[in-house]
């Protein structure tokens, strides 16, 4: 029943901003690391920000620009997008590492369906 809802991707000018949330609802646990992944046309997934507090990572390619954040309470994750570049014109995919059960071992990896996020003027 986990599932994981995008939402915020669009049509935007460089120089502009977006902000992408991600929602996981169903059955949970508890959720471990979520995270941001894009994939261009041609190019490989690549991670974009993860948070698992109190740490988090970025891509050197957006470090300053984007800003990942979290809402435990509501088991949300965003992604603060500024600045935003043509070369960040991608799918981003929402990620989150859930544990359905107090008994299960692992935090399995759960994705959304992508949402499309194109930076043109």
């Known amino acids: 029943q986990v599932q994981l809802v995008e939402s915020g991707g669009g049509l935007v000018q460089p120089g502009g901003s977006l902000r992408l949330s991600c929602a996981a609802s169903?059955?949970?646990?508890?959720?471990?690391?979520m995270g941001w992944h894009r994939q261009a046309p041609g190019k490989q997934r690549e991670l974009v920000a993860t948070?698992?507090?109190?740490?988090?990572r970025y891509a050197d390619s957006v470090k300053g620009r984007f800003t990942i954040s979290r809402d435990n309470a509501n088991n949300t994750v965003y992604l603060q997008m500024n600045s935003l570049k043509p070369e960040d014109t991608a799918v981003y995919y929402c990620?989150?590492?859930?544990?359905?059960?107090?008994?299960?071992?692992?935090?399995?990896?759960?994705w959304g369906q992508g949402t499309q996020v194109t930076v043109s003027s």
């Open positions: 169903g059955r949970i646990f508890s959720i471990n690391h």
């Open positions: 990620n989150a590492g859930i544990r359905q059960r107090l008994t299960d071992f692992f935090y399995a990896d759960y």
């Open positions: 948070i698992s507090s109190p740490n988090t």
